[in-house]
Nanobody, 124 residues
Framework: QVQLVESGGGLVQAGDSLRLSCAASGRTFSSYIMAWFRQAPGKEREFVGGISWSGSGSYYADSVKGRFTISRDNAKNKMYLQMNSLQPEDTALYYC?????????????????WGQGTHVTVSS
């Protein structure tokens, strides 16, 4: 089992950058696929991006490709989401998620572990 805690959310202006962090505790961090989802008010949860066990591979939703970058530091049990060129439509609650087998999967029900989320608000 793994516990996940997100941090780094906040209020920014359109065009700004923000970096989210996810700290994991519990079983071996490197044995988990890690990913980010987000949920805007009144909308369903949406896949943002994911990263492989070692960090050598990553995959993104088309809506963030080229603007967002996921990385991980297995020695520190942390994952990051670097968000550049933020837009108001990026406003959402961002979740850190984990699963041992879900590499490449964009469905929220494929990820077994979820953090509580961190809010990101982008003003125009």
């Amino acid at each position: 089992q793994v516990q996940l805690v997100e941090s780094g959310g906040g209020l920014v202006q359109a065009g700004d950058s923000l970096r989210l962090s996810c700290a994991a505790s519990g079983r071996t961090f490197s044995s988990y696929i890690m990913a980010w989802f987000r949920q805007a008010p009144g909308k369903e949860r949406e896949f943002v991006g994911g990263i492989s066990w070692s960090g050598s591979g990553s995959y993104y939703a088309d809506s963030v490709k080229g603007r967002f970058t996921i990385s991980r530091d297995n020695a520190k049990n942390k994952m990051y989401l670097q968000m550049n060129s933020l837009q108001p439509e990026d406003t959402a609650l961002y979740y850190c998620v984990a699963d041992q087998y879900a590499y490449g999967n964009m469905r929220p029900d494929r990820y077994g572990y979820w953090g509580q989320g961190t809010h990101v608000t982008v003003s125009s």
